[in-house]
């Protein structure tokens, strides 16, 4: 078994525009598609960890600032084209169960029932090396 995390991204290329702007009616169909996923998920006992992250406006960038302490900005800025809107955290046998995984997330459904074919970024999670490793 190995770790993956799924990361599911925001992106205006897909011309969708954000979640609450769309019709309620897709809206909820796109959540009770990811609800019913992540419970298969769940009853296969693959699923570690879902969360939705908050949006672009509530992001704080923290820098390291020496002496004086954190750096803290707003961000992203506007020409962020693509935002991390949130994970699933999988344990699953094989690289290829994590990327079928990710595929059906990327099938979510968007406005008007259509696929959104969301880019779904499948990373594995490191292993730790022994301490006398390193």
């Known amino acids: 078994m190995a770790k993956y995390m799924l990361l599911c991204k925001y992106d205006d290329d897909l011309g969708v525009g954000p979640m609450a702007t769309w019709d309620p009616a897709d809206m909820h169909a796109h959540l009770d598609y990811l609800r019913k996923l992540n419970q298969d998920l769940i009853d296969n006992g693959e699923l570690v960890e879902v969360q939705a992250l908050t949006g672009p406006d509530m992001v704080k960038v923290v820098t390291a600032g020496g002496p004086a302490g954190q750096v803290i900005t707003d961000g992203p ?9 949130g994970y699933q955290m999988v344990d699953v046998e094989s690289e290829e169960r994590a990327v079928e995984i990710a595929a059906l997330v990327s099938a979510a459904p968007g406005p008007r029932g259509v696929p959104l074919r969301q880019r779904i970024e499948v990373r594995q999670v490191m292993v730790a090396m022994p301490s006398d490793d390193l």
Do not use: D, G, I, P
């Open 77 to 85: 800025y506007t020409e962020v084209k693509e935002v991390l809107a």
